[in-house]
């Protein structure tokens, strides 16, 4: 899998894409099938869409980002809102010269797909919303104790709830990648993250939305629940909706194949 | 022959960055080099002297790095001392300019210890693969547990508190929030130092210098040049360096190597202690800024917890150090030794905004390398700007 840089609002950006490389600030081949930001969640980075970069690859130009802070993108401070990180993705396209592309985003991200949807109406072909919610319903507690590892005061917790029970018992492999992708970022950009989720309310924003939308959920998430998918879907005119066995928070990784077949499946009927 | 007054840093930049993971080391340090010519008002041409080393390079580094620049210089020095070495390497290049070695030196390093993901204090071993570490090495000693020891002894022998070490952490976060460059900017509290998770004993995180990217530069030229160019120089006063080994048991691991390259370098420069207007120390943990003020004699060992406290550390307190927040908030790109001159320098001239300290006319500048407790080395600069 491919990555270069690209400068966005004074950031050096990460993005993943396929195909043939090429030199430094010429980007890359984008004229295969449809364009698909592919946005990852609060915390973490790019690299979590790999499966489904190295599947959409085949037939369209998938490219996945690291926002900024994330990952392997420069800077130490990420953004203090959904709203911000959806102007920064327009300034990625604009960067790269892309006009409208298919917008696919985890959890934050899915909410940044949905807030692009609902602002830049233009720039959006499509979006692709995977366990997110319009308003996120994320305990006091679970802030605060991001605070206290972002303030050194708590080692990160390994919690495996983010994973179905089906992944933590059979496919170990899959939580510890999930977790090794996190830590690439510093803890403190994901506390962030977590509270630009909390001030997020696209609820009376979703009816706005004239794009088609393919909402994804895992039936074992209890952080973006499938009901939190249900009203999404239910205010999204026309949207689709997939709930997936056996995944939860992490549905791409833990459900490659489901996920990859549903987004190829609605991009063809686009 | 004394060195006082006769050269001068020129020009100084440091590297914006803190995670840079776009940037390699070299580019990080030439685009340092090119900041710190640009403020002195130099170009690459005028270069025929280079100095630098770092964690990320080779022993002979300096080579590869000229290669990068595609520099032919006069003079180079290479001194790898730990992160004391750009402090030394000042020195050394002041004493080539004086002795007619070369008429312009750079003092150059860089890192990407934060994208590359270095395990500088915990993960890797306190000590490295030479004969002398036999000693140490297969007891598995730490970086930072070397220190937390030093801290631990100095708590044994004096009293000292991990309140009193915390109102160091405390007091560079206070600087780094007025430096807008700083990792690290949020304001903390001693409580907030006592809270965070014990790395070890008695050094809790946030008494740990903190991991980022950077980078920086020094021009340094004869005084009499110096004088023609853009800034107000920084003139090198005194200087001095020396090394410190446990001596196989015999010798107080607490005595650090500032107890000689300090009064060496007050006396090179014709000062005293009390006439420092501002201080730049080498804050890898805040055990080593309490022991080096009290090794380079601003107060008598074992005073050093109280010294500290009260808010003297403070850029308006009676002695101002580590304004720019330190290697404990600002950055640290796994050596700093480069940034206490760069600081200085501008504090010297008046550039520190928020954080200047007032008349401020004579600096120090004390880098520590390696490990405190088995082996490690301290250089002393100070410099003025009269």
């Given at each position: 899998m491919p990555t270069k840089y690209v400068e966005v609002q004074g950031c050096a950006t990460?993005?993943?894409?396929?195909?043939?490389?090429?030199?430094?600030?010429?980007?890359?081949?984008?004229?295969?099938?449809?364009?698909?930001?592919?946005?990852?969640?609060?915390?973490?980075?790019?690299?979590?869409?790999?499966?489904?970069?190295?599947?959409?690859?085949?037939?369209?130009?998938?490219?996945?980002?690291d926002l900024p802070a994330h990952g392997r993108s420069s800077g130490v401070e990420g953004r203090n809102t959904v709203q911000e990180y959806s102007d920064f993705v327009v300034a990625f396209l604009d960067a790269l010269g892309i006009g409208t592309a298919v917008v696919a985003g985890r959890s934050m991200g899915g909410a940044i797909a949905m807030d692009m949807a609902v602002r830049y109406p233009e720039r959006v072909e499509a979006i692709v919303p995977v366990v997110t919610a319009a308003k996120f319903n994320i305990p006091p507690q679970r802030i605060e104790a991001l605070r206290g590892v972002a303030m050194g005061r708590a080692p990160q917790a390994f919690v495996t709830d983010g994973f179905s029970p089906a992944t933590v018992k059979d496919r170990f492999e899959i939580v510890r990648e999930g977790w090794m992708e996190q830590v690439q970022t510093d803890?403190?950009?994901?506390?962030?993250?977590?509270?630009?989720?909390?001030?997020?309310?696209?609820?009376?924003?979703?009816?706005?939305?004239?794009?088609?939308?393919?909402?994804?959920?895992?039936?074992?998430?209890?952080?973006?629940?499938?009901?939190?998918?249900?009203?999404?879907?239910?205010?999204?005119?026309?949207?689709?909706?997939?709930?997936?066995?056996?995944?939860?928070?992490?549905?791409?990784?833990?459900?490659?194949?489901?996920?990859?077949?549903?987004?190829e499946g609605f991009l063809a009927e686009l | 022959m004394s060195l006082s007054r006769k050269t001068a840093l020129a020009g100084v930049f440091e590297h914006p960055a803190r995670f840079a993971p776009n940037k390699s080391m070299f580019q990080i340090m030439a685009e340092s080099v090119r900041g710190a010519l640009d403020d002195a008002g130099l170009k690459i041409q005028d270069v025929d002297g280079v100095c630098t080393t770092g964690i990320g390079m080779s022993?002979?580094?300096?080579?590869?790095?000229?290669?990068?620049?595609?520099?032919?210089?006069?003079?180079?020095?290479?001194?790898?001392?730990?992160?004391?070495?750009?402090?030394?390497?000042?020195?050394?290049?002041?004493?080539?300019?004086?002795?007619?070695?070369?008429?312009?030196?750079?003092?150059?390093?860089?890192?990407?210890?934060?994208?590359?993901?270095?395990?500088?204090g915990t993960g890797g071993g306190g000590g490295g693969s030479d004969p002398c570490d036999q000693y140490e090495v297969p007891f598995g000693p730490t970086t930072v547990g070397s220190y937390a020891m030093m801290a631990q002894r100095h708590m044994h022998e004096y009293g000292t508190t991990s309140e009193q070490l915390a109102e160091i952490a405390v007091t560079m976060r206070l600087h780094a929030s007025m430096n807008p460059a700083a990792k690290y900017r949020e304001l903390i509290t001693v409580e907030d130092v006592m809270a965070s998770r014990i790395i070890s004993s008695p050094l809790h995180l946030l008494d740990c210098c903190i991991i980022s990217d950077g980078g920086g530069a020094l021009v340094v030229t004869s005084a009499e040049r110096a004088r023609d160019l853009k800034k107000k120089p920084a003139y090198i006063l005194g200087c001095a360096e020396t090394v410190r080994h446990p001596a196989r048991g015999r010798r107080d691991f607490m005595e650090m190597a500032?107890?000689?390259?300090?009064?060496?370098?007050?006396?090179?420069?014709?000062?005293?202690?009390?006439?420092?207007?501002?201080?730049?120390?080498?804050?890898?943990?805040?055990?080593?800024?309490?022991?080096?003020?009290?090794?380079?004699?601003?107060?008598?060992?074992?005073?050093?917890?109280?010294?500290?406290?009260?808010?003297?550390?403070?850029?308006?307190?009676?002695?101002?150090?580590?304004?720019?927040?330190?290697?404990?908030?600002?950055?640290?790109?796994?050596?700093?030794?480069?940034?206490?001159?760069?600081?200085?320098?501008?504090?010297?001239?008046?550039?520190?905004?928020?954080?200047?300290?007032?008349?401020?006319?004579?600096?120090?500048?004390?880098g520590t390398g390696g490990t405190l407790g088995i082996r490690h080395s301290g250089a002393t600069l100070i410099l003025s700007n009269q």
């Open positions: 990460y993005y993943y894409y396929t195909g043939p490389t090429t030199l430094p600030d010429v980007v890359p081949d984008l004229s295969r099938g449809r364009k698909v930001i592919l946005v990852h969640g609060a915390g973490s980075n790019g690299h979590s869409w790999h499966n489904q970069v190295a599947h959409l690859g085949r037939l369209h130009s998938p490219i996945a980002i803890p403190r950009v994901r506390y962030t993250d977590m509270v630009a989720c909390t001030r997020c309310d696209l609820r009376e924003d979703l009816g706005r939305i004239g794009r088609p939308a393919l909402i994804l959920a895992g039936a074992d998430d209890p952080i973006t629940t499938p009901a939190d998918a249900e009203l999404v879907h239910g205010r999204i005119r026309g949207s689709k909706l997939r709930v997936i066995a056996d995944a939860a928070h992490h549905l791409p990784n833990e459900q490659p194949a489901e996920t990859n077949s549903a987004i | 022993g002979m580094g300096v080579v590869g790095f000229c290669d990068y620049m595609n520099l032919t210089p006069n003079f180079v020095d290479s001194t790898s001392i730990g992160g004391s070495s750009f402090v030394a390497h000042t020195a050394h290049a002041a004493a080539a300019i004086a002795a007619g070695l070369c008429k312009v030196a750079v003092v150059v390093y860089g890192s990407t210890a934060a994208s590359q993901r270095f395990a500088i500032a107890s000689q390259s300090g009064p060496l370098a007050f006396e090179r420069a014709g000062v005293t202690p009390g006439d420092i207007d501002m201080a730049m120390i080498y804050d890898s943990f805040t055990i080593t800024v309490l022991m080096t003020l009290e090794n380079l004699g601003f107060c008598k060992r074992g005073e050093g917890g109280a010294f500290v406290g009260g808010g003297r550390l403070r850029y308006d307190g009676a002695l101002p150090t580590n304004t720019d927040g330190g290697g404990l908030s600002s950055n640290h790109p796994g050596m700093r030794g480069i940034f206490l001159v760069i600081e200085a320098v501008k504090q010297l001239r008046g550039e520190c905004g928020p954080r200047q300290v007032k008349d401020c006319a004579l600096a120090l500048c004390h």
